[in-house]
């Protein structure tokens, strides 16, 4: 089932260092993803050992030192609020390895996690890296920062990406779903939604829902939520006034992202 998970929470992991959301397989029921949201204060340290997980380490705001081994990236980061509308970087590091983020000044990171049983090379994926896309037209307007694609060869199986959605605007939009291994024509991709809102008080419409109706729920989000989507298709609506981010991430059995419309709304893409 669709899950929505709202703040505050708040889990201090050590004293420079919040942990505001974690989504694990465990818990929230995926196969396929995890996920966890830091806040760091001045001279924070957080320390992980992946296992069977690869991780993609997002410094959203503020910045950042990561270490991993003998690679070592200093103050990496590119902007102090998500609304500054510029892509950040990143840090890849694959299963079997250990990292640390340390920070001299307050920052914000989202770290992505999927299985893998792969090494390959830890990767800084630059804000220059990332390709910038502007996609659909009318009310169905965002811009997409492609952190990892799934043409990426950095990762194994993770996808990550920011998208803004405009004022008054609708996102993921037509409807769209990845919950079927049917490549060439559809693949199967868990998906979790990370939300803020652009002034921080508004919040947006996500539904979820099958074909079948079986799961059909929609949630009013609001700044720093989470949306969990096992399945289904997961359109985002902007209320006028407000601009919409969310950072995506997508995995599964196969790194493709080829989603199947609902044909109900597909026409939508061929208006003149």
């Excluded at 997002?58 to 030192?65: E, L």
């Amino acid at each position: 089932m669709v899950e929505l998970k709202r703040r505050p929470y708040k889990k201090e992991l050590s004293e420079h260092v919040v942990e505001c959301h974690h989504v694990t397989r465990e818990a929230d029921g995926l196969r396929y993803i995890e996920m966890r949201v830091l806040n760091l204060s001045k001279d924070g340290v957080y320390t992980e050992e992946l296992t069977d997980l690869e991780a993609c380490i997002v410094a959203m705001t503020g910045k950042i030192d990561v270490t991993v081994g003998e690679d070592s990236f200093k103050q990496i980061g590119n902007r102090q609020d998500v609304f500054d509308r510029v892509p950040t970087d990143s840090v890849y590091v694959s299963s079997g390895k250990s990292f640390q983020i340390t920070t001299s000044d307050e920052a914000r990171v989202l770290i992505a996690y999927a299985p893998s049983n792969k090494s390959l090379p830890t990767a800084l994926i630059k804000a220059s890296d990332n390709t910038v896309e502007h996609r659909g037209k009318y009310q169905n307007k965002r811009t997409v920062h492609n952190i990892m694609d799934d043409q990426s060869p950095i990762s194994d199986k993770l996808i990550v990406v920011e998208v803004y959605t405009d004022s008054g605007n609708w996102s993921s939009y037509p409807p769209h779903k990845h919950d079927q291994n049917n490549l060439p024509h559809e693949s199967f991709l868990e998906e979790t939604y990370y939300h803020e809102m652009n002034p921080k008080h508004g919040f947006v419409f996500q539904r979820v829902y099958t074909d079948d109706r079986s799961l059909d729920e929609t949630m009013t989000v609001e700044h720093e939520n989470v949306v969990i989507v096992p399945k289904g298709y997961h359109p985002v609506s902007v209320p006028d006034g407000y601009d919409g981010y969310y950072l995506n991430i997508m995995a599964g059995p196969i790194k493709k992202w080829q989603f199947h419309n609902d044909k109900d709304h597909e026409w939508i893409l061929n208006r003149d």
